[in-house]
């Protein structure tokens, strides 16, 4: 088929759909609100689909200057629309425990917008993903932001909810301060707001007799600032202080969004603003150690943390600020030239990648058990192997790629961002990151062996609806397909869409 | 402006924080204007000092807030605070007298008859069309939500 | 046909083994029949190589094959020492098998007992023939786990187990410093076949010291073996075992083993003389002290065990004096009149109902007529009375001693004196004067396939002297010192007289021991200086280890590690203590925290 | 003369006086004044840059001032949705003190 | 063929789950993969090149990572070594009493891991199939072992995870110590590498060391033995099998197929630190074992002092020595195998396997005590066994490193105590013995009786093969000792 499509053709599609639901939701009559998001999750899918066909070019001129339609770009959009349709997933069957705490009239009191905002937030994700200037950043990360706040706070009859939400808000808000801060002064010092003509333009600015020569600091500052302000997003040390309260505050599809969306975009943002900076002669060399730094810190505390958690969605927390840690180990890494095996943008995206499975499966589940077992703490997840022998293989294989386990996506990502680290001789990172590694297996294993070691608390079987089962097989499926065969994910990354028709031909 | 900012972190009363941030924010204003920057003047004398602060006013009064109570304060908790708040303050000092270009006063404008308001919105309306919708969606979400949590009863 | 003979000696012994052990456990008539079948097919091929003369060709298998650095091969050296040890081994052999037949009559794990007996004789074929220093080192271990598996026959008594144990551990130690002897040897001369190494000795003796201590290490073997000073205290305790098995392997062939070792490889002792003091002392010691030690004992099968360390200490000095012709001549025959005493003290035992305290027996000279004769046949030719074999191979070893080393050769004297004392002792008490319990008053004689073997052995003791020290061995090991003088006979002769003199005289008519010196009782507390020993280093250090690794290294490091990491995780937590403020005073140490090392640090 | 770094030192002033009351207010809604204060003070900043910045047509540079309107509308609806929250959270706990919402830890 | 035999007990584990009858079919896919294993090493070509059947389907193009299968003699005795004993680890299970379905499931899929270990030919996968087995182990020992089940089976998992991550660094550290035109995941021209020093001896030493410590600690190379004893002790008798005898040698047959040839400098540099660390295993180890009254245990400890021996061999970096290391892994792999069958079969007679419990077993089973002894025997290094025939050129390997002199190099002490850990484990295993099935029988066990004709099969199926490679080692060197000479070449 040939490609002809922008791809922000994609995010429109998204956007009609979503204000096409919002006004649908509100003439329509009914409690049982599902076909929302079920209706969603189709043409969702069918995005994801269509997004195979897309060009690589970004069309209108106006938007060029904001907008890129990459390879990267279109796998992180891709990326967010797979996990919006599993948060959508959830939601549905999370809907029970949500409208106990909305005040409503109806049992589906609320419920339809609560299906409508992420596809707003998925809208600016995919922004996220294409954003190559400061403006647009800017602006679909508070996108993003603010519509993360108003999902938190969702569940507004329950206080931790509630205290979620302030607590993501204030810290929300005072990382967007820095953000902007850095912004400007960023823009003070190369004045521009466009990435690619920042980098264009810092070599002159820097030079002999350039504007900021000898003194970078400006520079720096508003670098760090900015890497402050992402920082938060991507729940790196010490800036994940929020994460464990909000993820564990918040509905828990709202949790598995943010650990995987909001992550994901704020490390292609972060992805794109370090590879503008990192290969200035000296100032690259400190935004290199400061993440390293930021890396190491995210995975001591992350992982260390998460050992003594009896409670799983916290667990997950302190988990997700560990890999966010990894994350900025590959990130790290991106001063390497490398375009083979061993390439930092690769690492990231894979990992992204993987992770995005993983946490979604392991959230799916936690939400089924936690359903029926009234509460998502790991000893309800006792004897899961007897109650529901699918439901706990799909934890396990979740539970192994996260702990990284070969023949999982979360294997291959480690592998990869760790291939880099040692590429880059970050031996000191490797070796933080042997000690968390190791912890890790302790602590998801922890889950493993509740399911299988522990007898059950009650023997109830557990029931699961068609559609939750088909994610859950895919997810499992999927992790175990991208841990084998990662050749396709990296087809994505490397080639230029149509990435189908390129695979077809060889 | 400075002095008001202070008197809002200062002020023991939202009320009068409150109050003393619109001040500060009209003199921010003030200084927009000082800076060649008129549009930007008006929309935060407009916005923020206007309708922010009525918002905020609002849900003081709503919410009946008075004064902070005088709690223990944790001392430690509060110089811990105040310490990473004037290191902060330092390091900005630091990086800005290290700015050598800014000490060189601004360079002329072109033209003395500045259409600002022109320029803004041409920016906005042509090369920053992009950001603009993205933004519209942003301020639909934002209604979404204010509706979600504060409506008393949802259908 | 000649050419395959070895292999036919050693096969016969490794399948009867094998079918006994694998196919037969459980039909003890069969397995007696093939057991005592192999052993004598084995009996008649030694025979046929002893008429046959020496082949050129030998069949090699490679067992591994990495030549030019390692090659070791299984193939045979037949030469005239091989020849005698095949006859010595294979015929002494057979005759306890037959032996065997009758005393292990009421056992009940008879197959076992021939399936083990079968693979000692295997091991036992694989020493003698063996050309190289690596076979010979395999069937080495091979006789040590046999002799673990016979002593240990009957495992239910604790002893026995013990002893078991004992020996083979006792033999390990040897063997460690053989091996080390062999990698030494070897990464000197690039080889471990005897033939080769005597070929290309210049690499050896270039290094005398290097070949000393690389031939002592290997003599460290036979100390294990032979049950020399001071590795020697196995051979006693190993009198657990069925006494057929003592006679067999524990006189006559498995501890003669190191002798016939030292004389495989005498031609690197040879080179060196420190390494031939060194193993005349420790030879002529074990031979007195074990004479002194066998003075004391009560129990019939130690005094011959305890005399059978100190022949065999006379065949070590033997070959430290050079004389390995003589040593090989004792060692000859000595395997059949220890073998027959220890048979005929078999005998005792078992018309005594396994009574083996010799104070409990007596007078059993008129009941137990065959035993009687034979066993004095035996007795005279220990002590070296002529005509028997004894006195003829004693005295070529105190010949080649006197040429060599007077001190030693004194020595040698008061072992001989030692000898016949202690022997007197116990021929005196066991069979003269009146018996002294209601079982040794009813003793008689065992059924004729019980004495068969004896009476056998007892013509062998007396004739084998003949022909030896002029004809055969002095042919096969051209001795030094070839000069007789009349002196050394005279010599022994006194000696023997004296202790049985003394012997008679001390002993004849007591019923209980009238002579009491601990010292020689105890063994020189030897097991006990090793008990405290292993106690007090093994046991010891075993201890700390286990400790230190149960406490230390898991414990503390690998726990205490872990728990570190867990703890730090504990205390991290304590960040999220769910204030906010207390968050954004994190969130902002962190920026300032941030921005000064990336703004404010080079 | 007002040199550029004037305005920034004002504008950092400002932004610092904001993080203050963010570190040390215990109210929610004071805090969250002091955040929107952090926001103008970039702005302040973003303009004097824009200001000083002056493109080649020797006009300020528009971009900035763009970013500067985007900021203030993200803020105000930032305000909207946090206000909403705060109200929320206030008719469940019927306080604004961050002491007393601090009930997820560890 | 090499496909079958990894995909076989996959496929098989995933029937069981789904839920084919457990045993049949574990025990039908053992006995296959074990024909498998023997027909493929008979049909090796070993006058042909080195690596045979090669099979090789492309993963990831970019980074030239191949599902790549292949054998080499090396890793044919490997694999002969997991057919064997996978059989009889399925074979002497008991009656699973909970979850039958889900114990086969796991125990094949260990026996899947290990032989995808060993016939990959590709780091990727080389390490990844090891991996496999970790989590089966992990779920085994947790749901169906004995004693501190848990805290074992968290020890060992935890141990391992660390160990094998430390060796993905060692192993991308390897990759990246290449120069970029020779990056290959690919083990076959990696192997052929060998002796073209292409690393430069510098940029040998952090991967050594890397790979050293991983392998080391999934061989439980002193002091990092420490998850070893306690989860042999804790595991039911086929995990402790697959793990102490196949599993484990996972790690030396990585340091023969890559160190060896790719980083010989450094392992010659560094062959004091293994010198030391390997005579800890035989000594201090061995010591240790020495302390244990239990023998599940001691068993446990006696394994891991073994690993020394096998550590010297391949220190030694001699074509004698490495063929000696490789034959040793074999035979040591058979021969606690058998122990620690015999003493599954023990666990299920007596209430203990404590020393003190136990005694005089000898009469009441004569065959497991005859059973045992062969191992035991075999073990400590008894001619007639391969083992003794291995640790024999292990040996004259290590020796020949040192010069003809008294001034022994390190290497030859190391020899020596290695002797002298003969001595030792000669002293525990007769004690162990004895406290077992000699002496006066225990009141507990009298009754005990041997298990039945076909439960016996496995055992002495271990106990022929090692008899057999004993007594004519030149059969398996045949293969082993052309893939040493290649990769010392």
């Not at chain 1, 403006?135 to 603010?146: D, K, P, S, Y």
């Not at chain 1, 991106?334 to 083979?340: E, G, I, R």
């Not at chain 2, 919410?63 to 709690?71: G, K, T, Y």
């Not at chain 3, 068969?452 to 004809?471: C, D, N, Q, R, Y």
Request: proline residues 4%.
């Amino acid at each position: 088929m040939p490609a002809v499509y922008s791809p922000l053709t994609l995010e429109i599609i998204v956007l009609v759909l979503g204000l096409f639901l919002l006004f649908a939701e509100s003439f329509s009559k009914g409690a049982d609100k599902r076909w929302i998001p079920n209706l969603s999750i189709v043409v969702l899918a069918m995005v994801f689909v269509f997004s195979f066909f897309t060009s690589g070019d970004a069309g209108v001129d106006l938007t060029k200057a904001f907008y890129s339609a990459d390879a990267q770009a279109l796998f992180f959009k891709r990326l967010a629309l797979l996990t919006t349709i599993v948060v959508l997933v959830m939601s549905i069957e999370y809907r029970g425990v949500l409208a106990k705490f909305i005040p409503g009239s109806t049992d589906g009191a609320g419920l339809g917008e609560f299906f409508c905002l992420p596809i707003f937030t998925c809208a600016g994700l995919m922004f996220m993903a294409s954003a190559v200037d400061f403006l647009l950043i800017f602006v679909a990360l508070e996108l993003v932001t603010i519509s993360f706040y108003v999902l938190v706070a969702y569940m507004r009859r329950q206080s931790s909810s509630l205290e979620a939400g302030v607590k993501y808000l204030i810290l929300g808000a005072l990382s967007t301060g820095f953000l902007v801060y850095g912004i400007t002064w960023i823009f003070g010092m190369t004045g521009e707001t466009n990435l690619k003509q920042i980098a264009q333009a810092l070599p002159a600015v820097l030079a002999e007799g350039g504007r900021l020569h000898g003194s970078e600091t400006g520079l720096l500052f508003g670098i760090m600032l900015v890497l402050i302000g992402l920082g938060f997003k991507v729940a790196a040390a010490p800036f994940q202080i929020w994460v464990p309260d909000v993820y564990q505050g918040a509905p828990t599809p709202v949790t598995a969004f943010l650990s995987v969306g909001s992550k994901a975009a704020g490390f292609i943002v972060l992805v794109r603003v370090v590879q503008s900076f990192v290969h200035l002669p000296h100032v690259g060399e400190k935004v290199v150690a400061i993440i390293a730094v930021l890396a190491g810190l995210s995975l001591l505390y992350g992982n260390l943390a998460a050992m003594p958690q009896e409670n799983l969605k916290r667990m997950l927390a302190y988990s997700s600020i560990g890999h966010a840690g990894y994350l900025l180990v590959a990130v790290a890494c991106l001063n390497s030239n490398l375009t083979t095996f061993g390439s930092a943008t690769t690492a990231v995206a894979f990992y992204l990648a993987g992770y995005l499975l993983m946490t979604l499966l392991s959230f799916l589940v936690m939400i089924v058990v936690a359903n029926h077992s009234r509460g998502d703490d790991i000893l309800h997840f006792n004897g899961l192997g007897k109650r529901s022998p699918f439901l706990a293989f799909a934890m396990l294989i979740a539970m192994l790629s996260l702990a990284g386990i070969p023949f999982t996506a979360g294997f291959i990502g480690k592998f990869l961002v760790f291939a880099a680290a040692v590429q880059q001789h970050h031996y000191w990172l490797v070796g933080i990151g042997i000690i968390t590694v190791a912890a890790g297996f302790y602590y998801y294993l922890r889950v493993v062996a509740a399911m299988y070691w522990q007898e059950p608390n009650d023997d109830t079987r557990i029931s699961l609806s068609p559609l939750a089962r088909l994610t859950i097989g895919g997810l499992t499926a999927a992790i175990i397909f991208f841990g084998i065969f990662p050749q396709p994910i990296l087809n994505m990354l490397h080639t230029p869409a149509p990435a189908v028709a390129h695979s077809m031909s060889h | 402006t400075l002095v008001f900012g202070a008197s809002v972190v200062i002020n023991r009363n939202p009320v009068a924080s409150a109050l003393s941030l619109v001040v500060s924010f009209l003199g921010l204003a003030a200084l927009f204007v000082g800076l060649d920057a008129f549009f930007i003047a008006v929309i935060q004398v407009l916005v923020y000092a206007g309708a922010v602060m009525v918002l905020f006013l609002f849900i003081i009064m709503l919410l009946d807030l008075r004064a902070e109570e005088r709690r223990k304060i944790n001392k430690a908790a509060w110089a811990g605070g105040a310490l990473v708040a004037l290191a902060f303050f330092l390091q900005v000092i630091a990086v800005v007298s290290g700015y050598r270009p800014g000490q060189s006063p601004f360079p002329a404008l072109s033209t003395n008859n500045l259409n600002d308001a022109h320029h803004v919105g041409m920016a906005l309306f042509t090369h920053h069309n992009l950001p603009f919708q993205v933004i519209g969606v942003l301020i639909l979400v934002a209604t979404i939500g204010v509706v979600i949590l504060s409506k008393r009863e949802l259908k | 046909m000649d050419t395959h003979l070895p292999w036919f000696i050693l096969l016969c012994p490794l399948v009867s083994a094998a079918l006994i052990h694998l196919l037969l456990r459980r039909s003890p008539g069969l397995s007696e029949t093939l057991s005592v079948a192999a052993c004598g097919f084995a009996l008649l091929a030694s025979i046929g190589i002893w008429f046959s003369p020496i082949p050129t060709t030998q069949i090699e298998v490679p067992w591994l094959d990495f030549r030019p650095t390692l090659y070791v091969p299984i193939g045979f050296s037949i030469d005239a020492l091989s020849k005698v040890m095949l006859l010595v081994v294979t015929g002494v052999g057979t005759l306890v098998h037959f032996y065997s037949l009758v005393y292990m009559e009421h056992d009940d794990a008879k197959p076992r007992y021939f399936g083990n007996l079968s693979l000692f004789m295997f091991s036992m074929l694989g020493i003698v023939l063996a050309n190289n220093f690596a076979m010979m080192f395999i069937f080495w271990e091979l006789v040590g786990v046999s002799s673990y598996l016979l002593i240990g026959h009957w495992f239910q008594r604790d002893s026995a187990a013990a002893a078991a144990n004992k020996a083979f551990l006792v033999n390990r130690i040897g063997d460690f410093g053989f091996m080390l002897g062999i990698l030494m040897i070897w990464s000197a001369t690039g080889s471990v076949i005897f033939n080769e190494i005597g070929a290309n000795m210049a690499p050896l003796t270039a290094n005398p010291t290097f070949l000393t201590v690389a031939v002592l290490l290997v003599f460290c073997g036979a100390v294990g073996k032979s049950a020399q000073l001071p590795l020697h205290v196995w051979l006693p305790d190993a009198m657990e075992g069925p006494t057929p098995v003592s006679a067999l392997i524990h006189a006559a062939t498995m501890v003669a083993a190191g002798v016939f070792m030292l004389a495989r490889v005498f031609f690197l002792i040879d080179a060196t003389p420190t390494a031939q003091a060194v193993i005349a002392w420790v030879g002529i010691l074990t031979a007195l002290l074990a004479a002194l030690m066998a003075t004391q004992q009560d129990d019939i099968k130690r005094i011959l065990a305890y005399s059978t360390l100190s022949q065999l200490g006379y065949m070590v000095m033997a070959v430290g004096v050079a004389a390995p012709g003589a040593a090989m001549f004792h060692l000859f025959t000595h395997a059949f009149f220890k073998a027959l005493l220890f048979l005929g003290a078999g005998a005792i035992i078992y018309a005594l109902h396994h009574e083996q305290n010799i104070w409990r027996m007596g007078g059993l000279s008129g009941r137990m007529r065959t035993t009687f004769l034979t066993f004095t046949a035996g007795f005279l030719a220990l002590i070296g009375c002529p005509p028997f074999s004894g006195f003829f191979s004693k005295d070529a070893i105190l010949l080649a001693a006197y040429h060599v080393n007077t001190p030693i050769f004194i020595l040698g004297l008061i072992t001989a004196f030692l000898t016949a004392f202690y022997m007197t002792r116990l021929f005196v008490v066991v069979f003269l004067g009146s018996s002294r319990t209601e079982e040794a008053k009813h003793g008689h004689d065992g059924p004729l396939r019980m004495t068969a073997p004896l009476i056998i052995l007892a013509v062998l003791s007396l004739i084998t002297g003949w022909f030896g020290s002029e004809g055969y061995f002095v042919h096969a090991f051209p001795a030094r010192h070839a000069e007789h003088t009349i002196i050394v006979p005279i010599l022994a002769v006194l000696v023997f007289v004296l202790g049985a003199g003394a012997g008679w005289i001390l002993y004849s008519g007591k019923a209980k021991d009238p002579i009491l010196i601990p010292w020689f009782r105890d063994k020189f507390y030897f097991d006990e200086l090793y008990a405290a020993l292993v106690a007090g280093t093994q046991d010891l250090l075993a201890g700390l280890s286990s400790w230190f690794d149960k406490w230390i290294l898991d414990g503390m490091i690998v726990r205490g590690l872990a728990g570190i990491t867990w703890g730090t995780g504990f205390m991290l937590r304590f960040f999220q203590y769910g204030n906010l403020q207390g968050y954004s005073f994190l969130f902002g140490a962190g920026i300032v925290a941030l921005i000064y090392f990336a703004v404010f640090t080079k | 003369m007002v040199t550029l770094n004037d305005y920034l030192l004002v504008s950092g002033l400002l932004f610092s006086l904001g993080f203050t009351g963010v570190l040390l207010r215990r109210n929610i809604l004071t805090i969250f004044m002091c955040l929107e204060m952090m926001l103008s003070a970039s702005n302040l900043s973003l303009v004097a840059f824009s200001r000083f910045n002056i493109g080649a047509d020797g006009l300020p540079n528009y971009n900035a001032q763009v970013l500067v309107f985007f900021i203030i509308t993200v803020a105000a609806a930032e305000v909207a949705v946090g206000l909403a929250i705060i109200v929320a959270l206030f008719r469940s706990r019927q306080t604004t003190h961050v002491e007393d919402i601090s009930t997820l830890k560890f | 063929m090499l496909h079958l035999l990894i995909l076989l007990p996959l496929f098989a584990a995933l029937f069981v789950l789904v839920g084919a009858p457990a045993r049949k079919t574990a025990l039908g896919t053992a006995a296959a993969m074990f024909l498998i294993s023997l027909f493929t090493l008979f049909s090796y070509d070993k006058a042909g090149p080195q690596f045979q059947f090669i099979s090789s389907s492309v993963i990831a193009a970019a980074w030239d990572l191949k599902y790549l299968l292949a054998a080499d003699g090396l890793s044919l005795v490997m694999l002969l070594l997991t057919g064997l004993v996978t059989l009889a680890a399925v074979w002497v299970t008991p009656k699973i009493e909970k979850r039958e379905n889900f114990f086969y499931a796991c125990v094949l899929f260990i026996a899947a891991g290990v032989a995808g270990a060993f016939a990959s030919q590709d780091l990727f996968f080389f390490y990844a199939f090891h991996e496999l087995a970790l989590i089966p182990t992990f779920l085994l020992i947790g749901i169906w072992g004995s004693g501190e089940r848990h805290t074992a089976a968290w020890k060992i998992t935890i141990y391992l995870a660390l160990g094998s991550f430390i060796l993905l660094i060692g192993l991308v550290a390897l990759y990246y110590a290449l120069p970029a035109e020779l990056r290959t995941f690919d083990m076959i021209k990696l192997q052929a590498l060998a002796g073209s020093n292409v690393i430069p001896a510098a940029a040998q030493v952090t991967p050594y060391l890397l790979l050293l410590t991983g392998f080391g600690i999934l061989v439980s190379l002193f002091p990092f033995h420490t998850w070893a004893p306690s989860a042999y002790a804790s595991a039911p008798t086929p995990a402790a099998m697959l793990h102490a005898g196949v599993l484990k040698k996972f790690g030396l047959y990585g340091l023969l197929r890559l160190a060896v040839p790719l980083l010989p400098e450094a392992a010659r540099q560094y062959v004091w630190l293994l010198l030391i660390l390997l005579v800890g295993n035989i000594i201090y180890v061995g010591l240790a074992t020495l302390a244990q009254r239990k023998l599940d245990l001691m068993l446990g400890y006696s394994s891991v002092m073994h690993m020394g021996y096998i550590f010297l061999g391949i220190a030694s970096l001699n074509l004698v020595g490495l063929s000696g290391a490789s034959m040793l892994m074999f035979a040591h792999g058979l021969s606690i195998a058998a122990l620690f069958a015999v003493a599954g079969q023990l666990r299920h007679r007596s209430t203990s396997l404590s020393f003190d419990s136990l005694g005089g077993l000898a009469k009441s089973l004569p065959f497991l005590s005859v059973a045992f002894g062969l191992a035991a025997f075999a073990s400590l290094g008894l001619p007639g066994f391969a083992n003794f025939a291995s640790e024999m050129m292990v040996f004259f390997g290590a020796w020949k490193n040192g010069p003809a002199s008294l001034s022994f190099s390190g290497m030859q002490i190391a020899t020596i105590c290695a002797l002298w850990g003969v001595v030792i484990s000669a002293v525990y295993m007769l004690r162990a013995y004895r406290a077992v099935f000699f002496g006066e029988p225990h009141r507990d066990t009298i009754a005990a009786t041997d298990p039945k004709f076909t439960l016996r099969i496995p055992v002495l199926l271990l106990l022929g093969a090692l008899l057999l490679t004993g007594f004519f080692p030149e059969t398996l060197l045949g293969y082993i000792r052309p893939s040493m000479e290649a990769l010392l070449k």
